[in-house]
Nanobody, 127 residues
Framework: QVQLVESGGGLVQAGDSLRLSCAAS????????MGWFRQAPGKEREFVAG????????RYGDSVKGRFTISRDNTKNTVYLQMDNLKPEDTAVYYC????????????????????WGQGTQVTVSS
């Protein structure tokens, strides 16, 4: 498995931007598809974005399309989530995750397809 540590969360106002980072260690980072998920209080964990092992393919949840951008740097063992035009409904704990599953899309969207998870970072967007 790979160990993951998220950073970059915080308290921002609606319309602001944040960039989350997820640093990986352990197994070969480039062998994993990477995903970002989020979980708001009382809600299920939700797929936000995913990127293929090479970084060449990405996919997004409907609620963040056009506002969030996922990317990865395999030389730094890091995946990023650039979040623009943040909205109060984006408030949640954000988790990065690694998947060894090969899919036709960029990355799996189901939590059960991810074997490694970070501890999460809180993002709070005020109106």
């Amino acid at each position: 498995q790979v160990q993951l540590v998220e950073s970059g969360g915080g308290l921002v106002q609606a319309g602001d931007s944040l960039r989350l980072s997820c640093a990986a260690s352990g197994r070969t980072f480039s062998g994993y598809a990477m995903g970002w998920f989020r979980q708001a209080p009382g809600k299920e964990r939700e797929f936000v974005a995913g990127v293929s092992w090479s970084g060449g393919r990405t996919r997004y949840g409907d609620s963040v399309k056009g506002r969030f951008t996922i990317s990865r740097d395999n030389t730094k063992n890091t995946v990023y989530l650039q979040m623009d035009n943040l909205k109060p409904e984006d408030t949640a704990v954000y988790y990065c995750a690694a998947s060894a599953l090969r899919v036709t899309g960029a990355a799996p969207i189901l939590t059960e397809n991810y074997g490694s998870w970070g501890q999460g970072t809180q993002v709070t967007v005020s109106s």
